[in-house]
Nanobody, 121 residues
Framework: EVQLVESGGGLVQPGGSLRLTCTGS????????MSWVRQAPGKGLERISG????????TYADSVKGRFTISRDNDKNTMTLQMNSLKPEDAAVYYC??????????????WGQGIQVTVSS
């Protein structure tokens, strides 16, 4: 059974940092691209970053470029999102998702349960 579990969310002040981790199980982690998406209250889903299975390709939305860094450890079956210089508009529920192949342009087939990130003073 494929499972994706996010951790590391919480409350942070503007300008602060958080590190989200997604731990995958039930599949060969290195064979699949992974991404982070988020949904703020009253807004649609925003895909913010993706990383290919071989770690060769990383993508970022303009809204987070230069502030967020995506990485993965295929030996530990984890993907991380280091979020720096957080802004109130980064507050959202963050989801990790798995794609159907190594590339992140492929459709996703599994999602985590989501984790809340709150940015507030």
């Amino acid at each position: 059974e494929v499972q994706l579990v996010e951790s590391g969310g919480g409350l942070v002040q503007p300008g602060g940092s958080l590190r989200l981790t997604c731990t995958g199980s039930g599949f060969t982690f290195s064979n699949f691209g992974m991404s982070w998406v988020r949904q703020a209250p009253g807004k649609g889903l925003e895909r913010i970053s993706g990383i290919s299975g071989d770690i060769g390709t990383k993508t970022y939305a303009d809204s987070v470029k230069g502030r967020f860094t995506i990485s993965r450890d295929n030996d530990k079956n984890t993907m991380t999102l280091q979020m720096n210089s957080l802004k109130p508009e980064d507050a959202a529920v963050y989801y990790c998702l798995k794609h159907v192949g190594r590339g992140t342009a492929l459709r996703p087939d599994y999602w985590g349960q989501g984790i809340q990130v709150t940015v507030s003073s």
